[in-house]
């Protein structure tokens, strides 16, 4: 099955600073990578999704990057705010197990002020 | 907006008792899914279904079972209960896609403790 690596696992940064979380993924079959934001006590919102026929997407200071040959998508954060600190979870779906999602183990992101 | 709401946000269950998670969604999605999320080892799925009565076995799905008996509402259920099933328990709900995904929503998850 899909296997997705993370990394880092924790990452702080100064306010006003980019951050930037990667992803690897091993089923060439997977299709569709979306990026959650999970705040305490709250469940994973969906922030950005980037689907295998684009390599790149924007949403204001929030973009994803896919390379599909070296199968892996990155999370980039600019111009980081306090509100921005947060757990981040990516995920990839193959094309081929319904809508099932594989997700990686998170990253802990802390902005500093 | 999408709305998926999960019945309790705490529980405190004991060793051997039989426990249900109810989570229910408000948008007539097909597909809604069970995942359990622990420190360090990110979302895990449970059990899914993609339609009224019909459940597929995730990653883990030992020791539970799952319900769905009206399209809006997924219930997991825990046999009987044991201390290593604590843990955050996540709900989400998406709809059919064509080609590519549709993604997933969010409960804001149970936080169960087994004593």
């Known amino acids: 099955g899909e296997n997705v690596e993370q990394h880092p696992s924790t990452l702080s940064v100064q306010e006003g600073d980019s951050a930037v979380i990667k992803c690897t993924y091993s089923d060439s079959a997977s299709n569709y990578f979306p990026w959650y934001k999970q705040e305490l006590g709250k469940g994973p919102q969906l922030i950005i999704d980037?689907?295998?026929?684009?390599g790149e997407k924007k949403d204001q200071r929030i973009a994803v990057t896919l390379n599909k040959t070296a199968k892996h998508f990155s999370l980039h954060i600019t111009e980081t705010q306090p509100e921005d600190s947060a757990v981040y979870f990516c995920?990839?779906?193959?094309?081929?197990?319904?809508?099932?999602?594989?997700f990686g183990t998170g990253t802990s992101l802390t902005v500093i002020p | 907006d999408v709305k998926v709401t999960q019945s309790s946000r705490y529980l405190v269950k004991r060793t051997g008792e039989k426990v249900f998670l109810e989570c229910v969604q408000d948008m007539d999605h097909e597909n809604m899914f069970w995942y359990r999320q622990d420190p360090g080892l990110g979302l895990r799925l449970i059990y899914f279904s993609y339609d009224v009565k019909m459940k597929e076995k995730g990653d883990i799905p030992e020791g539970y079972s799952v319900s769905r008996e009206k399209k809006e509402r997924f219930s997991l259920i825990l046999e009987s209960a044991s201390t290593n099933q604590t843990s955050m328990y996540l709900c989400a709900s998406s709809g059919l896609g064509t080609g590519f995904s549709q993604p997933q929503h969010f409960g804001d998850g149970t936080r169960l403790s087994i004593l």
């Open positions: 980037i689907r295998s026929n684009v």
């Open positions: 995920a990839a779906r193959p094309s081929n197990t319904g809508n099932q999602f594989y």
